[in-house]
């Protein structure tokens, strides 16, 4: 008799344990061809705006609240739009080179998120782990979901991954300066 109350009890326990458990989340695959990401970079004087293409990218929700997502974007699509011919060419080799975000070595960037709290109906802050150049740091950001769609906007410092040309460092000319923070506007289909 004891034996079998015992058994109960434990069975109760861990039939409980596992019901209260964690809920594995739905990821919904992002459709990477039509996905955008854009990018803004400013200097002084002007700023150039451009493409780049996701090569992957999943969000995961727990019923219909974001819980969690990653991306990785393939860094040799880097794509300027705001120029044409010989000084777009220019523009788009030197932000490949080792001078911005050495693409030959570093083919993708990744982002992982660590964090997600909701803010409204829709609308979440995301802590999230960012990775270019193989250096990681934490970034956060807005996000917003609406059905089979997610924005987000994010400023980027590009000091904190290496990416230091044209900073404000001693001997770079006023005119030359590339401020540091860049934005990055995502618009996702799932």
Same mark, same amino acid.
């Given at each position: 008799?004891? #034996?079998?109350?015992?058994?109960? %009890? ?7 344990? %596992? ?8 990821? #919904?695959?992002? +459709? ?12 002084? /004087? ?11 990218? %999943?969000?995961? @929700? ?5 819980? /969690? /997502?990653?991306?990785?974007? !393939? ?12 000084? +777009? $060419? #220019? ?8 001078? @911005? ?11 992982? @998120? ?6 409204? +109906? ?5 802590? /999230?782990?960012?990775?270019?150049? $193989? ?9 917003? &979901? ?5 924005? %987000? ?6 000091? +904190?991954?290496? &990416? ?10 006023? =005119?030359?300066?590339?401020? =540091?923070? @860049? !934005?990055?506007?995502? !618009?996702l289909q799932m």
């Amino acid at each position: 008799m004891k #034996k079998t109350i015992l058994s109960l %009890a434990l069975t109760a326990v861990f039939g409980l344990t %596992a019901v209260a458990g964690p809920i594995d989340g739905e990821k #919904k695959e992002v +459709k990477t061809s039509e996905s955008t990401v854009t990018w803004k970079a400013y200097k002084v /004087g002007g700023s150039h705006t451009g493409t780049i293409d996701l090569k992957s990218g %999943a969000l995961e @929700f727990d019923g219909d609240k974001l819980v /969690g /997502g990653e991306f990785v974007v !393939d860094m040799s699509t880097i794509n300027n739009t705001d120029m044409q011919g010989e000084y +777009k $060419g #220019k523009l788009e080799g030197h932000l490949k080179s080792d001078d @911005f975000f050495s693409t030959a070595t570093n083919p993708t960037a990744t982002l992982v @998120f660590t964090k997600v709290e909701a803010t409204g +109906k829709n609308s979440y802050e995301v802590t /999230g782990d960012l990775t270019i150049k $193989g250096i990681t740091a934490a970034i956060t950001f807005d996000v917003s &979901v609406y059905d089979a769609k997610a924005t %987000a906007t994010l400023k980027v410092d590009r000091t +904190k991954y290496d &990416v230091k040309y044209g900073s404000g460092i001693i001997g770079t000319a006023k =005119d030359k300066l590339i401020y =540091d923070e @860049f !934005d990055l506007v995502v !618009d996702l289909q799932m």
